[in-house]
């Protein structure tokens, strides 16, 4: 008897998957391949402690502090100094009363990479400056905030991701949370598709979806400017995951310029950015990086701005340029809110 590990599949090839799912899609016989990898990564994590020796840290970090950037929870609201107006939080909308809370139109979840990561702290500043300025009711958890569980769960450690979830699950439902709002692909993927198997029912919506309906509603006031050329990377877990693929593409689209250029593979189709299945967290040493090929994907549009609407699509397409050097040059990558926060009429700011 032999172990599938090793023998029928490298032990290698269990950790190179970056479970975007486009083998599961082309595949005409409909074999959920992600699904058996990360079963394969939960036994070696599990029963034989046996996984990339990155993952420790990453482990160690979800496990104490509840996000993989291993920060403490008091910092979890670092990213809204210096912001022109007050970000609210639940648990002071919870010490007025319920109607306070009961008058909250989303719950906006910030994410560990909006909070912690110096690059996606700008992502949500950009979120809230478009809240604010259409007016919505919004909250955030702030220090009651934990990591969605996403990271730990594709890499095999079931044990911390139902850790997270249920204490998450928890926290929203004591507050009576309806309505979650986030920026982060696989935050959504992870409350829409997978809290609801340990009882938690919301209605999420991505950042991309909410931001372009309050365009399109006249909520948001934009200023006539000139974007540039844009093109457009989706995120795996947002398009092939969840078929959100006209969202972002509605922004850019409220926001104008000269007009979207698309890449060869977008939409469902499109090329992984090489961060999802905890990929985010391991090196790669061996041939093209995965972020380098879909990086030369987008500069071959001619397009001087890469929009995305993940955080982890965003930092992986920004080392990408980074690594190309002068051929990027001039070339920035940037989340759609950034984009559409950009177009906003200053007066609006100021409310």
Not at 25 to 51: M, Q, W, Y
């Amino acid at each position: 008897e032999h172990d599938i590990v090793d023998s029928a599949i490298p032990y290698e090839a269990v950790w190179d998957c970056v479970t975007c799912g486009a083998c599961v899609s082309a595949c005409p016989l409909l074999i959920e391949h992600v699904d058996k990898i990360v079963g394969l990564r939960r036994n070696l994590v599990l029963e034989e402690t046996r996984f990339p020796g990155e993952l420790n840290g990453v482990f160690t970090a979800m496990e104490r502090h509840g996000t993989p950037w291993g920060q403490p929870a008091s910092t979890r609201l670092d990213w809204t100094r210096g912001l022109p107006f007050d970000v609210p939080v639940v648990a002071d909308l919870a010490s007025r009363g319920e109607d306070a809370l009961a008058e909250l139109e989303c719950l906006y979840w910030v994410g560990c990479a909006g909070a912690f990561d110096d690059r996606n702290r700008a992502v949500a500043r950009s979120v809230v400056t478009c809240l604010h300025a259409a007016g919505v009711r919004y909250a955030v958890l702030g220090q009651e905030e934990t990591c969605s569980g996403d990271p730990a769960r594709r890499m095999g450690n079931e044990y911390v991701f139902q850790k997270l979830a249920t204490a998450n699950i928890e926290t929203l439902d004591g507050y009576g949370v309806k309505s979650i709002l986030t920026a982060c692909a696989h935050c959504f993927n992870t409350f829409a598709n997978e809290y609801p198997q340990l009882g938690g029912q919301y209605e999420v919506v991505h950042h991309s979806g909410f931001l372009a309906r309050l365009a399109d509603e006249g909520r948001l006031k934009l200023a006539d400017g000139e974007v540039g050329s844009v093109t457009l990377h989706d995120p795996c877990y947002l398009a092939r995951y969840n078929g959100v693929v006209d969202a972002p593409r509605r922004v850019l689209e409220v926001v104008g310029g000269t007009g979207l250029t698309e890449m060869e593979r977008s939409g469902a189709d499109a090329f992984c950015c090489g961060a999802g299945g905890g990929r985010m967290w391991m090196e790669e040493d061996r041939g093209t990086r995965i972020n380098a090929e879909r990086t030369s994907q987008a500069l071959a549009t001619g397009a001087s701005q890469i929009a995305t609407a993940c955080p982890f699509c965003l930092v992986m397409m920004r080392d990408g340029l980074a690594d190309v050097g002068p051929p990027a040059e001039g070339v920035i990558a940037r989340d759609v809110a950034e984009i559409l926060a950009d177009a906003l009429e200053v007066d609006t700011l100021a409310k």
